[in-house]
Each structure stands twice: as C-alpha cells, then as structure tokens.
C-alpha cells in the first residue's frame, strides 16, 4: 500500500496553509514510512497539474489531498470534485472547464461516511460536503481522478478541506474558526489508519 499525501503552500493573505502545517505536524507524530509520499504543491494552475501528474504517475494505491478552508469550522471531506476551474469570487467568465472534454463531476470512492463516524467518535467536528469549489482545492481533485480514469486504473482519490489552524488565527482582527493544529493532524491519522486497514 502507497499513499499520497499532499498539501498547499501559502496563499494570498495568508503566510501559512494549515493544509501543509497539518501534514508537517502529522509527520512530527509519525515518523515518514516507506508507504506514504508527501507532497507540497504550489497555488498556481500550470504548475500543479504538471506536478501532480509527475507524482500520479509513480504508481500509488489511494491518494488524499489536503486544502485549507478559512471560516470552515469542521474538517470537510468532499464529496464531489466539478470540471470547473477559477475563483469563487470571480465573474463568471472568470470560471472555465479543467478538461475540454472531460466529465462534468467525479465522485469520491473513498468511505466518507466511515470517515466522518470516526472522526466524531473522537471529538474532532467534520461534515460531509458536496464539492470541493471551483478553485485549485476543487482542480487537484479533479485532476486526480481524471488521471485515474484515462490511466483505467482504479485508484481512490479524496480531499480533505481544513479549517485554519489556531496559530494562524490567535492574532487575526477577525474572529475566524480554527482547530488546533494536533487535532487536525489526528484527523488526517484517522483516516491514513483507516486506508491501511481496508488494504490489508
């Protein structure tokens, strides 16, 4: 079993992502093990899809993205990831299609409400979400599970978005929910420690 674990660098206002600061935690916690790859993509549309085709390419069994979600409050797990590609807070025109002829919508395989129960059973607020958005969080999922497709390998791809961890929180004028990084990371432990049972 080969996993794939990524994150996002920082972003427009924000000098940290508690995507990546998650999955740096998650590695404090646990020493990196030969069965999972971790990754730091750029916020950038060109250079995430060549980088995340070159990472496809190496032959994993199940991938998981991470993105960070300001003013979420619970760890989402998405659902669906559409074939669109720009900012939320753009024009309309500002949104185009990822893939020309590429599907409208891929859907998650990955057991979301299994996830979702044992996130809960340990106290960490999570929701099941309908689509990623349509920025690069929503692209990377897309993309991912198109590549899968055209490669006519069946590999599950999921995405997580995170709410703001508190340091990145504590001194903002705005009173934006966050979780604590360690809890973010126990919730990405969770669900890792669930792929690998489900591949023994």
Same mark, same amino acid.
């Given at each position: 079993?080969?996993?794939?674990? $990524?994150?996002?660098?920082?972003?427009?206002?924000?000098?940290?992502?508690?995507?990546?600061? $998650?999955?740096?935690?998650?590695?404090?916690?646990?020493?990196?093990? #030969?069965?999972?790859?971790?990754?730091?993509?750029?916020?950038?549309?060109?250079?995430?899809? #060549?980088?995340?085709?070159?990472?496809?390419?190496?032959?994993?069994?199940?991938?998981?993205?991470?993105?960070?979600?300001?003013?979420?409050? $619970?760890?989402?797990?998405?659902?669906?990831?559409?074939?669109?590609?720009?900012?939320?807070?753009?024009?309309?025109?500002?949104?185009?299609?990822?893939?020309?002829?590429?599907?409208?919508?891929?859907?998650?395989?990955?057991?979301?409400?299994?996830?979702?129960?044992?996130?809960?059973?340990?106290?960490?607020?999570?929701?099941? #979400?309908?689509?990623?958005?349509?920025?690069?969080?929503?692209?990377?999922?897309?993309?991912?599970?198109?590549?899968?497709?055209?490669?006519?390998?069946?590999?599950?791809?999921?995405?997580?978005?995170?709410?703001?961890?508190?340091?990145?929180?504590?001194?903002? #004028?705005?009173?934006?929910?966050?979780?604590?990084?360690? $809890?973010?990371?126990?919730?990405?432990?969770?669900?890792?420690?669930?792929?690998?049972?489900?591949?023994?």
């Amino acid at each position: 079993m080969r996993v794939l674990l $990524t994150a996002f660098e920082p972003y427009g206002q924000w000098p940290t992502n508690s995507s990546w600061l $998650t999955l740096v935690e998650l590695l404090r916690i646990r020493p990196p093990t #030969s069965w999972l790859v971790t990754r730091r993509y750029p916020v950038d549309f060109d250079r995430l899809h #060549s980088a995340l085709y070159k990472d496809l390419s190496q032959g994993f069994d199940a991938v998981l993205h991470l993105g960070q979600a300001p003013g979420s409050a $619970t760890v989402r797990l998405e659902t669906l990831a559409v074939n669109a590609g720009g900012s939320m807070s753009e024009s309309g025109e500002g949104v185009e299609r990822l893939i020309v002829d590429g599907p409208e919508a891929y859907r998650s395989h990955m057991p979301l409400n299994r996830w979702s129960q044992r996130l809960r059973e340990q106290a960490i607020p999570t929701q099941i #979400s309908y689509h990623a958005g349509t920025y690069l969080c929503n692209a990377i999922m897309y993309l991912s599970h198109h590549w899968v497709a055209q490669s006519d390998r069946i590999i599950p791809v999921g995405f997580v978005h995170l709410p703001l961890a508190t340091e990145q929180v504590v001194t903002s #004028s705005q009173p934006l929910p966050s979780l604590p990084v360690a $809890t973010l990371a126990q919730a990405v432990a969770i669900i890792l420690d669930d792929l690998l049972e489900q591949a023994v």
